[in-house]
T-cell receptor, first 113, second 109 residues
Framework: DAGVTQSPTHLIKTRGQHVTLRCSPISGHKSVSWYQQVLGQGPQFIFQYYEKEERGRGNFPDRFSARQFPNYSSELNVNALLLGDSALYLC????????????FGPGTRLTVT | AQRVTQPEKLLSVFKGAPVELKCNYSYSGSPELFWYVQYSRQRLQLLLRHISRESIKGFTADLNKGETSFHLKKPFAQEEDSAMYYCALSGRNTDKLIFGTGTRLQVFP
């Protein structure tokens, strides 16, 4: 198993555009969480999905949305991009939605110009 | 407010010296506490969690509820310990982690 995978590895977008980031959890894991890591800061929680239902949402504007598919993969969507959305976006998966089992992906580096 | 504070951005020691990375937290209730580590060019990974009381790679961390601290310690640092260390907490039965800003540990030969 390759572990949690994310795509793309990095991308560059312009202000006002939208972006879709993708995450494939470890096989058998039913929970996916998304984090934003701005340079010099720790990861900040955005969403958790478990069994295709939203279980938690962090303090992010409605421009951020996510969903989980029947195969437990997930997408994070960000609309109307701002310069401040430039960050590393991390995906993590777990078997049961309990944090001590959580495994992180390598991240997607988003640059907004 | 739920918060994790790591007061040191950078900690530099020589090989064989003791290491203590500080972590203080603020949380109403009984949180789960964790230390995550990120080695150069690797993904974030769990180092240890307070509930398991394990010693991983020689590191230990004791939860002090009175001082709301969860400091990470190692008696003799190794060069391969050089990495970014994040303290984090969560509530029960959730994947939501609240991270500190991280401490970069540099171990010199």
């Amino acid at each position: 198993d390759a572990g949690v995978t994310q795509s793309p590895t990095h991308l560059i977008k312009t202000r006002g555009q939208h972006v879709t980031l993708r995450c494939s959890p470890i096989s058998g894991h039913k929970s996916v969480s998304w984090y934003q890591q701005v340079l010099g800061q720790g990861p900040q929680f955005i969403f958790q999905y478990y069994e295709k239902e939203e279980r938690g949402r962090g303090n992010f504007p409605d421009r951020f949305s996510a969903r989980q598919f029947p195969n437990y993969s997930s997408e994070l969507n960000v609309n109307a991009l701002l310069l401040g959305d430039s960050a590393l976006y991390l995906c993590a998966s777990s078997l049961t939605g309990v944090s001590y089992e959580q495994y992180f992906g390598p991240g997607t580096r988003l640059t907004v110009t | 407010a739920q918060r994790v504070t790591q007061p040191e951005k950078l900690l530099s020691v020589f090989k064989g010296a003791p290491v203590e990375l500080k972590c203080n937290y603020s949380y109403s209730g009984s949180p789960e506490l964790f230390w995550y580590v990120q080695y150069s060019r690797q993904r974030l990974q769990l180092l240890l969690r307070h509930i398991s009381r394990e010693s991983i790679k020689g590191f230990t961390a004791d939860l002090n509820k009175g001082e709301t601290s969860f400091h990470l310690k190692k008696p003799f640092a190794q060069e391969e310990d050089s990495a970014m260390y994040y303290c984090a907490l969560s509530g029960r039965n959730t994947d939501k982690l609240i991270f500190g800003t991280g401490t970069r540990l540099q171990v010199f030969p």
